[in-house]
Each structure stands twice: as C-alpha cells, then as structure tokens.
C-alpha cells in the first residue's frame, strides 16, 4: 500500500489524538450515526434481507474459490472486446504499467473516478513522479486532495472535515490547481458544490486520459461496473480517448445475474440508497462512442497472501460499503486516520494486515482495535465474521513475538497455571482479599486501567470459600 | 432439577454476590445449585488476546468440571456465549448445548419470567455485546426486569452501543476504551435511574469504574451498577442491600 503510511506509530498511539479532539470527536459521532440510521431504514424496507446477505456472501466465497479461473475468463472477454488486461502483483509494478500507458499518450493530466485500489497503491504520488497531474473528480477526494489530507473513511474521505474547513481549502487551493474559487464563497453546501463543479468542469472537457477502479468486474463478458452518487464518474468514463481501469483481482463476479444481488446490498448498505444514483458500465471499447482504449490492471497487492489464509481470506468478500466504519464505536472515538491505511475501522483492521503483512508496529496492532463488539459483523452485507477474523490475526500477532508480546505471552502462562490449579487460585483469592485494605487505589502496572477508571474493590471473601462456608 | 453454577473467575474473585444472589434465586425457584470446585475460567480473556494455545488446557479443564451436569448456569453473557460459540472451534461440543446464561435459563428453561423478586428502583439496561450479538438474549432480560415489584424500567439511550470493556482491550486501547465507557456512563446518566444493570460483570466492572472515577464531576448521581442476579434475587423479606 502507500508509502504515505510507513512508519506510522501503533493503532493506540494514533488514536489518542482523535480520542482527546472534542470537534472531530462530535463531527464522526454526527455523521456516523445519521448514515447508520439511515442504513437501518433502507435495509429493514427488504423483507428478504437476510437471504440477499447470504446470497452475497456465497457468490463471493465461490469466486474466491474458483479465483484463478474467472479471472482468466474475465481476461479472454476483455481481450475479445477491445480491452487490454494487464497484472500487476504489487502497488510498484501496478503504479509502472499506469505511468506507462498514460505517457505513451503523450499526456501529462489524468481526471480520476474516486477509487480505494488507487488510493492503496498511491498512484496518483507515482504519477507526480513521473510528471503527471491527477486529478480526483469525487467531491470528496477533491477535498482531501486540496487539503494535502487523507482520507479517513471509505465511502466519506472527508468526513472528519467541516463546512468552513472546505471552504477554506476551496478558497486557498483551487486556484493553483486549475479555476480558482468565486470570491465571497460561503460555507453554504449549495455553493461549495457549485464551485467544485465549475473547477471539475474544465477538468472533465479537457481530459483525454481517464483512471478509474471498479466496483465490479463480470468474468462471462468482461464488463467493469462503477456504483456512484455524483455523475463525476460517469464524466470521467465516457469523456476521455483513453480508460485505465485498476482494479484488485477479488472484484470479479461470475455473471451478470450475480450483481442483482450487490446492486441491492451495496447502495442499502453505505449511502442508505434504494438505489445508487449512477451504474455506470463499459465492456470493451466501442467505435466512436467513449474511450477508444481500454486498458484493465488486475492488482494483487498481497490479495493472494490472504486468500490462503482459510479465515482471513472472508475478507476479500468485502465490496467496501464501509456499513462497518459507521457502526464501529472504536472508529467513531480513534477516527479513520489512526487505522494508518486507506482501509479504516473493522474491515480496515483485518485487511491491511493481510495485504502489508503483520511486521509493522501499525500493523501489529490493528487486529487488537476493536473491542469485539459484534456490531460489524451483524451489518456486513456479505456477512464477513470481522471479529473471528481479529481473533485470528491476534494469534498470528501474538506468535510473532515482539513488543509488548513476550511478557504479556509470560504473564498469560503464569494465569494459566493458577488456573488450571483450583487450589492455588483459591489461596491467591485468600491472600488478595486479606490484604486488601493495604492495597493502594491505584496499583503498579494497572495504569492503563485506573488512568480513567477505578478498580473493583476486592470482597471480604470469595464465591469459592462462601460456597464452603455456607453449602458443604 | 439439579444445575451446576458456572461463576466464572470474574465473579469468584471480585463479585462473590452475584454468585451467591445466582444461588438464592435458584433455590428459590426449586433449582438444586451444585458448584463444581474443579471450574476456574472458560478462557475467554487468553482466546481473545490470540492465545489459542494457552486456551486449550482451560477449555478441558472447563468441560470436564461440569461433565455430568443437565444444565449449566453461568451469570454471565459473555462467558456463556465463549462456551457456546468458540468451544466447538476446540472440538468440544457437548458442553455447549449444556451452557445457559441466567436470564436464558429463567426464561428457557424454567420458563418464569415473574421470579417473585422486589426491587424499589429506577434501573436502566445495559445489554452487552455477547448477550445481544452472540447469545441473541433479545427481550429475555427486560421481561425479567418488568416483572420486577417496585421497578421501574427506564430506557438506556444507545443501549446497543459497546461500553468499551472488551476484555484486553481496555488496557491495550485504555483511551478509547475509556471514551467509550464515559459515554455509555453519560447515557445512563440521562436517564435518571438508580441503577445501570446488566447481565456480565467485565462490562460493569468497567462502567462501574468509570463511575465511580466521574462521581465528582457528575457530583449528585446517585447512579451504581449492579448485576441483574443481585436485582431478581433481591424480595421483600430479604432485600438487595
């Protein structure tokens, strides 16, 4: 992934900016529980909900099963129709086959269609590199992209920012990105989007390159689907002589019979919609009707990685509505930033440890953010059991050794001796509870407990010797 | 009938009440209570924290300890739901089918949900995450609460809302833990009641902890937390004190 987030500190550490921020803290707190009430009103309006998940879900555990083969039936319809596939096994080699086909163009500017594969490989700082602009023409991408910022939510990039905060982004960058922002612009949301399409206009008209991901890929006749609510996208797919679409192999689906179902599930689950505004769709090239050539790079990214991985691999099901990030409490108090990744809140912390390994400290420490609370799972269109996944990365972590993990893997074994020894548990019990009027209030090494809480008070006596006592 | 009390380490060690109320209300109701001495902890806390290994002699100790038994009872969702929804993942799977949450089993099995208790206060629930998204205890809990002479039931704004306990993570995550936890303790504030109660000490641990730390800057709340075993064991004759 982008190698704007090497380095990052742990999940705990990143947080506690976020936790002590009192404006940030209300702006998620607002935004995550209207989409989530709203999410609540659009799925309980499908009587058949339950069976619309589990439909999902099995179509993407059979195309991960059959991976290999879709893809190169998807690859054959896409050659057949005009297209050109290329594979990219890393963010290196997928930024190098962009760069390359935007420059045998000639052209030096790309307009973009918001797109979290391109976001994780971080293109658009590869393609700076090589001299090329591009341009993010989502509203929201376009925020985060003139704020110098990063986005911190999947569906929302700019969810931690305010009105007047765009505003002032608006009024200070747009104008050495292209066509500045009226003067007097006010913080009224009808003249901030008016802006943004005035500035995106020129960008749309004067584009010959195209970038775009996908939300979906058919494998049987090679078509490439776009879910979207601003018409951005569309703009950018049919305007431009050329088309690069970046898409992570685990988005093709066998058939077109199989997007009823996410056509569905999708929009209900992040924007509250019924139905997302634009479905936009192209197949190939076609004579003198949108872009001329078509070029597709299937990323793997270490998708493969977690594809063998028997439990991590329900990751992969994800179809990034982010229904998870709005339910998450620990995402609404840490914010999307402190996940260290393009990928925030639950679905972010299972999968950015499978696609970058688990060596880093941010890494390490995402499966452990989360309180297990279930909440994402019960919301996961495609049913992905988030928490066992966690679970599951917290052994791998955990195995790994490193900081912190030798002595808690000490003081665990050291537990698990007492208790598998009732006698010794029940003296330690004893021993704890004579004492316990000498004990201080706030004990060594219990400081991230009693930092912001008390600790129990220790009874006179335990359940074990009451039971003695007063039962045998 | 005849169960074994499944305490769970958390309430042996710090909450002997809710295990000794679990037991009045049992025999009260013509439950005949076993305690198998052998029991320590289901190892939840160790399979949690990614220590699938050191879980195992635990879960043998656990399923062993109540061989035997027709039903086990545990005053804890959380527990009951490791017992229920992870030991078969270990190859166990007998105990599971045996296990019971004690609201479940009130309900369930004895099939009351009138237990005869007297409670003179304002009480606001708290469900938990394992008892509301593993174990599905749904209305068990508030039925049992209704029933309740002299409670009144006050609803919990965000009720669904994790209180940041989770095990490890409120000390490896301590500050959003803690975040979580002060505005679970800001909804049950809200709502005036006496008592937050709930089904899973680990989770009133914490609250209760951070009430307890708020107290001054919430000066005058009256509010405490309290297991929902101490509430329904709690009668006329021998009142919760």
């Known amino acids: 992934m982008s190698g704007t987030y090497l380095g990052m500190p742990s999940f705990p550490e990143a947080a506690k900016e976020a936790v002590h921020n009192v404006t940030l803290r209300a702006n998620l ?17 499908l009587a058949d909900w339950a069976e619309l998940r589990e ?61 979290m594969a391109t976001q994780e490989i971080g293109l658009n700082e590869a393609l700076e590199a090589e001299g090329i602009s591009a341009y993010e023409t989502d509203l929201a991408e376009l925020i985060v992209q003139l704020g110098d910022d990063r986005p911190s939510h999947i569906l929302v990039p700019a969810i931690h920012r305010n009105r007047g905060e765009i505003r002032d982004i608006f009024q200070d960058r747009m104008g050495s990105w292209g066509r500045p922002a009226p003067d007097g612009l006010s913080d009224n ?4 989007a008016e802006a943004a399409r005035l500035h995106l206009r020129e960008k749309f008209l004067r584009a010959k390159v195209g970038i775009s991901g996908a939300n979906f890929m058919v494998a049987e006749t090679g078509t490439l689907v776009v879910f979207e609510s601003e018409g951005n996208g569309r703009m950018c797919l049919t305007l ?15 058939s077109w019979r199989d997007l009823e179902v996410f056509l569905q599930t999708l929009p209900r689950s992040s924007t509250a919609e019924r139905m997302n505004p634009y479905t936009s769709m192209w197949t190939g090239t076609a004579d003198a009707d949108g872009p001329q050539s078509f070029h597709l790079v299937l990323l793997d990214n270490g998708r493969t990685n977690a594809l063998a991985d028997e439990v991590g691999r329900q990751a992969l099901r994800c179809i990034r509505c982010s229904a998870c990030l709005n339910v998450c409490p620990v995402y609404e108090r840490a914010g999307g930033h402190a ?60 195995d790994q050794g490193g900081k912190g993990h030798r002595l808690e893997k000490a003081a665990i074994k050291a537990a698990g001796w007492v208790l598998d020894h009732p006698a010794a548990l029940a003296a330690g019990e004893r ?32 359940f074990r010797d009451w039971w003695k006592r007063n039962r045998t | 009938m005849r169960v074994a009390l499944f305490v769970t380490c958390v309430n042996d060690a710090f909450y002997p009440a809710t295990g000794i109320a679990t037991v009045r209300l049992l025999e009260r109701l013509g439950v005949e209570v076993d305690f198998p001495a052998a029991q320590t902890c289901c190892g939840q806390p160790q399979f949690n924290t990614g220590y699938r290994r050191e879980t195992e002699p635990l879960i043998r100790r656990t399923t062993r300890a109540f061989e035997g038994y027709e039903y086990v009872v545990t005053p804890s969702g959380s527990c009951a739901a490791m017992v ?28 009351v949900t009138d237990v005869g208790a007297y409670f003179p206060h304002t009480v606001t629930y708290h469900p938990s995450c394992h008892g509301l998204r593993m174990l599905h205890l749904g209305e068990r809990p508030r039925k049992l609460l209704d029933a309740v002479k002299g409670l009144e039931l006050r609803e919990l704004p965000g009720a669904e809302e994790c209180c940041g306990f989770g095990g490890t993570f409120a000390v490896k995550n301590a500050e959003v833990s803690a975040a979580m936890g002060r505005d679970k303790v800001r909804n ?20 209760g902890g951070i009430l307890r730390r708020e107290a001054v800057p919430m000066k005058g709340v009256p509010l405490r937390a309290l297991h929902i075993a101490d509430i329904l064991a709690s009668t006329e004759e021998e009142p919760y004190v």
């Open chain 1, 55 to 115: 439909a999902g879900k099995q179509i993407k555990d059979h195309t991960l099963r059959y991976l290999d083969r879709y893809l190169e039936q998807l690859e054959t319809a896409v050659t057949e129709a005009g297209g050109t596939v290329h594979w990219a096994a890393d963010a290196a080699e997928a930024n190098r086959i962009v760069a390359g086909l935007v420059k045998a163009t000639g052209e030096r500017e790309v307009v973009k269609v918001k797109s």
């Open chain 1, 189 to 192: 949301p009808t003249e901030l």
């Open chain 1, 431 to 462: 021993a704890a509870s004579r004492t316990r009027r000498l004990h201080p209030r706030k004990l060594p090494g219990a400081g991230a407990w009693t930092a912001d809480r008390e600790l129990p008070e220790l009874p006179a006596e335990s």
């Open chain 1, 29 to 45: 707190r607002h935004a995550t529980h209207t989409i989530r009430d709203k999410r609540a009103l659009a799925v309980a309006e």
């Open chain 2, 188 to 207: 049950a504030v809200s709502t005036g009641a006496d008592v937050l109660c709930g089904a899973d000490n680990s989770c009133l641990m914490h609250i």
């Open chain 1, 339 to 398: 996940y260290g990744s393009v990928y925030p809140g639950p679905i972010g912390a299972i999968l950015s440890p499978q696609l970058r390994g688990i060596q880093s400290e941010i890494d390490a420490s995402l499966p452990y953010a989360s309180s297990l609370c279930g909440a994402c799972y019960e919301v996961c269109p495609v049913a992905i059991d988030i928490p066992e996944v966690l679970v599951h990365l917290r052994e791998k972590v955990a």
């Open chain 1, 240 to 254: 431009p002589e050329t088309l690069i679409s970046v898409v992570g192999i685990e988005k093709v689906v066998p």
């Open chain 2, 84 to 111: 229920r929804d992870h030991y078969p993942k270990f190859g166990e799977t007998s105990l599971p089918s045996r296990t019971y949450e004690l609201t479940e089993f009130l309900v369930d099995v004895l099939g």
